[in-house]
Nanobody
Framework: QVQLVESGGGLVQAGDSLRLSCTASGRTSSSYAMAWFRQAQGKEREFVAA????????YYADSVKGRFTISRDNAKNTMYLQMNTLKPEDTAVYYC????????????????????WGQGTQVTVSS
């Protein structure tokens, strides 16, 4: 099993940047495909970005492509989400998630495919 803890959320203005972190404990996070999701108030939890197991391949929702960057540091068991040019519509609770999958290069983007979730960190972008 793996436990996930997010950090780095906060209140920023439109156009600002934030970096979220997701630290894993327990089984090493390099054994998992990882991703970020977000949930705005009154809306469904949605996919934001994913990074494949064992390789640096990354995948993004169209709404964040070009503005957000997902990365991972396996030595630190930590995944990051660098968010630039933030918009008010990016306001949400951001969750990191891990999915057990076999083989290097495997990745997941559907909420139902993830086995482990963090508690979430609030990001609020004011206009």
């Amino acid at each position: 099993q793996v436990q996930l803890v997010e950090s780095g959320g906060g209140l920023v203005q439109a156009g600002d940047s934030l970096r979220l972190s997701c630290t894993a404990s327990g089984r090493t996070s390099s054994s998992y495909a990882m991703a970020w999701f977000r949930q705005a108030q009154g809306k469904e939890r949605e996919f934001v970005a994913a990074i494949a197991r064992g390789v640096r391949n990354t995948y993004y929702a169209d709404s964040v492509k070009g503005r957000f960057t997902i990365s991972r540091d396996n030595a630190k068991n930590t995944m990051y989400l660098q968010m630039n040019t933030l918009k008010p519509e990016d306001t949400a609770v951001y969750y990191c998630a891990a999915a057990a999958c076999s083989g290097y290069g495997c990745y997941r983007t559907l909420r139902s495919q993830f086995d482990y979730w963090g508690q979430g960190t609030q990001v609020t972008v004011s206009s």
